[in-house]
């Protein structure tokens, strides 16, 4: 075996527990307004988006999508929707590693972070417009 003098040999990639540890912390960091409604959210971390998803969203290259929100946003609900299912936050860890190793320039953290903060406001109500125009994250 050869000594690795970077100390990296034998770190294992982040797996869902180590996202799923990033993304609680993101939204544990939410404003108080913020922070109890997006509590009731699920979250779900799998490797890549699920091929209906995909297909409903004509995305091909499931690298492409490293986050969802899947729900009825705050804003649109009203006392008459019966939910079927919880809001749900859905992560998407291979996508997220690829662009965090593409990137090079961000720590891992805040990309999770930056991912769940984005599918959080969906939740609220916010389109992708109006998340682009207060976080120029993408730029």
């Known amino acids: ?45 799998v490797d890549f988006a699920p091929d209906e998803i995909l297909d409903a969203m004509n ?20 006392v008459m929707d019966q939910p079927t299912q919880p809001d749900t936050v859905w992560l998407f860890r291979r996508a997220i590693l690829d662009e965090w190793v593409s990137r090079g320039d961000v720590g891992l953290g805040d990309l999770v972070a930056n991912v769940v903060v984005h599918e959080v406001a969906h939740h609220f109500g916010w389109s992708d417009d109006d998340i682009a125009s207060i976080d120029r994250w993408w730029e």
């Open 59 to 78: 995305i091909e290259d499931a690298f492409e999508l490293t986050g969802l929100y899947d729900g009825i946003p705050l804003t649109e609900r009203s």
């Open 1 to 45: 075996m050869t000594e690795d003098p970077t100390g990296w040999a034998e770190v294992p990639a982040p797996d869902d527990e180590v996202i799923e540890t990033l993304a609680r912390a993101a939204l544990a960091a939410l404003p108080p307004q913020f922070r109890a409604a997006a509590a009731a959210l699920v979250l779900r971390i």
